[in-house]
């Protein structure tokens, strides 16, 4: 391709919102432009690698086995009515009607989609286990779209979903995708950790998800050198027995004038924020109840946990609110379960203490020397979220932390949406069994930013050769100087004929102005063609490198056509 007859749209600055590395360089590159919050338009450079990522995708599910389909994102109401999650999914889940007023939804996942075409067409047991899988637009309404293509509203996605005969069918399908995710991410030079994840929405048995290494991912990754490691939502840690052994002491109550946080009311009473017991209110909003969560007080509650243990969806957990603390005799600042009739939740850390500290459930004050059981019951589980330092559940050694972003997610669905919606398959007995199911999913546009993430420096971004938009690029530094401009056409010509993706850059611009171009972009060879032209010298330089060395146009030829040969 010649430059000059191509869209390079790149830009000196990104608008103030673009915050993290890879939104910027996305636009600055240009690569994406917004349209409206959340929703993105891919120029031409950006959709070359974008489809690059794709076919990486493609061809290792192809080779697992899988067989690609496309289905529509419209999806009917009646589908998710069968699967009981039309009203479970919430308000992310972007409704709308046709002029009949017949309801739909645009789909932020497909399960009852396949569910339902494979019900349709698959009637022997001859014909399982079963991939099937699509790369598609999914469209959810998030409450707070940002950081470009990592949390949008409109995203592409790899979802795929196995069909088994039976629970251990399903393990070896499991165990496929969890191999073939691997060869994938490997492929793009992620750096990337593969946790215990929680089911959320999609629901199921089990799952795993992959976890690309960085400092701007939204989820915390708890691992242990054991091999242990989970998402934030799922980790668990051992209980760390602090204040256990000590003689219960009489329950009192005490003045504590204006004392409302943790680190007020320690200081005030002269103990630490491990003696404070936190005692939070939410509003279950499914049973329209108020649950009170009780975790220590250098503790932050693991909000996942506690709708997993209420058996609802993640929308229908809030905060309560001033009145409604009120409602149940109490206030806000100075709340306990102590003489309240109120659902509780207990952590399994706080269970086991004595004579912490809560609130008075009175204004400026709190009560000292608390005790689960003798003063107030509950139900206990582990509700706190884990951190740094805590003990692994599997060796007890000290858990370390990392941020991670999601790219890939796998789920054991096992029957959960074939039993509602009988897709079924008949025995070797003539009895109908549902059909075991997997999920798997792979954020196509999140997996291209996460690259960003993990390959960029201070000029731009720093591509890998399998999902660069070009291959190389050749700068002639004066483009109407023959010589010059020959030698770029003629090794030009030999890329193509090769099978190099190369560009030309024709355009009447300062080399300089041309190299921040390429360096931002991230092609990863540039070749400049100056003054030694003539003597079939040209300058060669890898972007990840930045190292420049003088080549002839043989060898720089030679080099380029054997990295691309031997990437994959």
């Known amino acids: 391709m010649k430059a000059s007859k191509m869209i390079i749209a790149t830009l000196k600055e990104a608008p103030n919102e673009a915050q993290i590395s890879s939104h910027i360089l996305l636009i600055r590159a240009g690569m994406i432009r917004k349209l409206v919050a959340g929703v993105y338009n891919y120029l031409p450079i950006g959709l070359r690698t974008l489809y690059k990522v794709e076919k990486i995708i493609r061809e290792e599910m192809d080779e697992a086995g899988g067989q690609e389909i496309l289905s529509s994102a419209i999806q009917p109401k009646e589908l998710w009515v069968e ?3 039309w009203q479970k999914y919430g308000p992310e889940l972007i409704r709308f009607k046709d002029r ?4 739909f939804c645009l789909g932020p996942t497909h399960e009852e989609i396949f569910t ?15 991939n099937i899988y699509q790369i598609q637009t999914k469209y959810r309404d998030e409450l707070r779209p940002r950081f470009g293509l990592m949390r949008s509203r409109e995203f592409i996605m790899k979802d795929a979903y196995s069909f088994d005969l039976d629970e251990s069918g399903l393990d070896v399908s499991y165990h496929n995708m969890y191999e073939t995710y691997k060869r994938i991410f490997d492929r793009f030079g992620l750096n990337y950790k593969i946790v215990l994840a929680d089911t959320g929405a999609i629901g199921g048995s089990g799952s795993h998800q992959f976890m690309a290494i960085s400092e701007i991912g939204e989820s915390d990754i708890a691992y242990c050198d054991c091999g242990y490691a989970a998402d934030e939502e799922k980790a668990t840690s051992l209980i760390n027995e602090y204040k256990t052994t000590e003689d219960e002491l009489p329950l009192e109550k005490v003045h504590t004038p204006d004392q409302k946080t943790i680190e007020e009311v320690s200081s005030f009473v002269k103990l630490t924020p491990k003696d404070i017991v936190k005692s939070i209110v939410y509003k279950d909003l499914a049973h329209n109840e108020l649950v009170m969560v009780l975790v220590r007080g250098d503790r932050d509650v693991n909000e996942i946990k506690v709708v997993n243990a209420l058996d609802i969806a993640e929308y229908e957990l ?10 149940i005799g109490s206030v806000e600042g100075f709340v306990s379960p102590i003489g309240l009739n109120v659902k509780t939740l207990v952590d399994d850390e706080v269970a086991i203490m004595k004579n912490f500290v809560v609130g008075g459930n009175e204004s400026n004050y709190h009560f000292i020397n608390a005790n689960f059981k003798r003063d107030f019951t509950g139900q206990v589980i582990e509700v706190r979220k884990v951190a740094l330092g805590d003990r692994c559940p599997i060796c007890g050694k000290p858990l370390k932390m990392e941020k991670g972003i999601e790219v890939g997610q796998i789920f054991k669905l096992g029957t959960k949406y074939s039993k509602p919606m009988n897709c079924v398959y008949q025995d070797e007995n003539g009895e109908l069994k549902p059909i075991v199911m997997g999920c798997y999913g792979i954020g196509v546009t ?9 390959y960029h420096d201070e000029h731009g971004i720093c591509w890998p050769l399998n999902v660069a938009p070009y291959h190389v690029v050749i700068v002639p530094i004066n483009y109407n100087d023959e010589t010059m401009r020959t030698k770029a056409t003629e090794l030009y ?21 041309k190299f921040k171009d390429w360096e931002l972009i991230g092609i990863p060879y540039i070749i400049t063609v100056g ?10 330089k890898e972007r990840k ?4 060395k003088e080549k002839s146009l043989d060898e720089a030829y030679e080099t380029v056509v054997d990295a691309v040969r031997n990437c994959r």
């Open 116 to 130: 339902d075409l494979v019900r349709n067409e698959i009637k022997s047991r001859k014909s399982l286990p079963l």
């Open 531 to 540: 003054r030694l032209a003539g003597d079939n010298i040209v300058e060669f």
């Open 83 to 85: 699967s009981g999650r």
């Open 493 to 513: 010509e030999k890329f193509k004929t090769a099978g190099v993706e190369v560009v030309l850059d024709d355009r009447d611009e300062r080399p300089g102005f």
């Open 100 to 103: 009949h007023e017949r309801e």
């Open 446 to 454: 999140r997996t291209m930013s996460s690259i960003i993430e993990q």
């Open 318 to 327: 809030v905060l309560a609110s001033y009145d409604d603390i009120l409602s």
């Open 545 to 548: 490198t930045m190292i420049k």
